[in-house]
T-cell receptor
Framework: AQKITQTQPGMFVQEKEAVTLDCTYD???????LFWYKQPSSGEMIFLIY??????QNATEGRYSLNFQKARKSANLVISASQLGDSAMYFC??????????????FGKGITLSVRP | DVKVTQSSRYLVKRTGEKVFLECVQD?????MFWYRQDPGLGLRLIYF???????EKGDIPEGYSVSREKKERFSLILESASTNQTSMYLC?????????????FGPGTRLTVT
């Protein structure tokens, strides 16, 4: 069974600084995908970034990058140059790649990030 | 842009009522999902569908059913609403079952059962 762990309490960061949101995972699968989603107070889940387990380079999308350490089973999200609009809840999720139609996305419990002006 | 819409943002129902939550996506996605989100529990999968008229139970299907008569529409049904079904309900869709494809979410329906 897959498991995602996000244990940080509410995180605070000063505007324009970088912040790292932690995510560890547990799986017996060799092939899997890792995702990060953002959920602002409006409620909609917004996809941020994806990392495949066989990708050799860490994924980057604009100000978001994923610090992937496969041996440690961690997939931390790094947000550079934080903006006030980054204040939201952030979810880490994973899915096995060859699970077919029955392969579901497993989510962590989320981390709340607050950006201070 | 992919658009996933849900019929209501806020809904208040009475215990015992039959409740329909509708979800529509406009990008011809194969897979559609229903989650509920509760504080401290993250998102939990209720049901998903990988084709018209096909459905699979997720982690917490009890008390719910689903219907997918058309590819773009996936409905969640609470046959007899109970107070413990008060929650935020999120619908999602993805292009295919491949893990490399992200899920796109709707805005959510906050359901209160009194």
């Amino acid at each position: 069974a897959q498991k995602i762990t996000q244990t940080q309490p509410g995180m605070f960061v000063q505007e324009k600084e970088a912040v790292t949101l932690d995510c560890t995972y547990d799986t017996s699968d060799q092939s899997y995908g890792l995702f990060w989603y953002k959920q602002p107070s409006s409620g909609e889940m917004i996809f941020l970034i994806y990392q495949g387990s066989y990708d050799e380079q860490n994924a980057t999308e604009g100000r978001y990058s994923l610090n992937f350490q496969k041996a440690r089973k961690s997939a931390n999200l790094v947000i550079s140059a934080s903006q006030l609009g980054d204040s939201a809840m952030y979810f880490c999720a994973m899915r096995e790649i060859f699970g077919g139609a029955n392969s579901k996305l497993t989510f962590g419990k989320g981390i709340t990030l607050s950006v201070r002006p | 842009d992919v658009k996933v819409t849900q019929s209501s943002r806020y809904l208040v129902k009475r215990t015992g009522e039959k409740v329909f939550l509708e979800c529509v996506q406009d990008m011809d996605h194969e897979n559609m999902f229903w989650y509920r989100q509760d504080p401290g529990l993250g998102l939990r999968l209720i049901y998903f569908s990988y084709d018209v008229k096909m459905k699979e139970k997720g982690d917490i299907p009890e008390g719910y059913s689903v219907s997918r008569e058309k590819k773009e529409r996936f409905s969640l049904i609470l046959e007899s609403a109970s107070t413990n079904q008060t929650s935020m309900y999120l619908c999602a869709s993805s292009l295919s079952a491949r893990a490399t494809y992200e899920q796109y979410f709707g805005p959510g329906t906050r359901l209160t059962v009194t």
